[in-house]
């Protein structure tokens, strides 16, 4: 959601060199944005999700050893008080970022973030804010974002998928990543056998060793001529140029989407508690299904309501196989020209 901000910074600063940092379980898609100089990696304990991840004053003293590059510009993407500190410690001539909770006070450039705003927006206007403007051309929020994928990783996506050549290649990924993004297996199952069955599709499902549970549901009900599982630990490279050689990805709001719509592919992606206004992929083709309740989207991902935890949320429940099957023929169907 970044790329579009980037693409507009490198436009503005040709000749310029950008270091990235992320969190190192993304350190090889990183790599695959383009005009990036070199990428390092910082690990915030409440993005880590499991792994071991660094407080406010580790990351600050994490930062505080790239003083010596001395940089003419830091940017912080994320709105947070806590990285805004680290970027302060990274020792930059500028600093800009969002003044959440109190995080201006350290910055020279600092705009208020807007939550009812598209985060690629927020993102591209801060770097507006911090350079003085893009050009229109590259800094555009609404215009795709791109991986550079290496061949390597093409290849050996293709030969993952070899077995399904001259099929309808359709992506489902069944894990929400948290309990209250689940929509429920059974139904991404369902869909899946709908579009085998009733489409002539081939699926292909992913996810990560600790999904298999979940994806054994949808695998276990599919002809196996007719499904490719790429559970086993395919790096995310490789899972990029396996979706990038889709006809579509059903997901939910998951990091997958994001991954889908950076190379370019169609996803159809269910949404309940967070809110797509803010996270969802903009493709012309791309289609997201929801419900309208009152109290969604509330956004409260990390700190779901009680009555939210332990079961599907309304939210999602309320979402059936029939919308999502829709959904897709109508991508398909544009795809198709008809």
Known sequence: MTVPALAGLRAALPDASIDLVVGSWNRAIASAIPGITRVETLDASWLARGRDGLGPIGLARRAAAWRSRRYD???NFEPDIRTNLALAAAGAR??????SGGGGA??????DH????????N????????????????GSSNALPRLQLPDAARTEAAALLRRLDGTRKIGVHVSGGRAIKQWPEARFRDVAASLVRD??????LTG???????IALVRDALPADRVVDLSGGADLLTVAGVLQQLDLLVTGDTGPMHLAHAVGTPVVAVFGPSDPVRYGPRGLRDR????????????????????CTGHTPDCLAGVETAAVLAAIDDVLGEGDGS
């Open 73 to 75: 510009l830091a940017i």
């Open 94 to 99: 500028r600093t800009a970022g969002f003044a």
């Open 106 to 111: 350290v910055l020279d450039v600092l705009l």
């Open 114 to 121: 807007d939550p009812s705003a598209h985060t690629a927006d």
């Open 123 to 138: 993102a591209l206007r801060l770097v507006e804010a911090a350079v003085g403007g893009v050009p229109p051309e590259a």
């Open 199 to 204: 489409r002539s599709a081939a699926i292909v």
């Open 208 to 214: 990560t060793p600790d999904d298999r549970a979940q």
């Open 288 to 307: 997201i299904v929801r419900v309208d309740l009152p109290c969604s989207p509330c956004n409260r991902i990390r700190l779901p309501p009680a009555r």
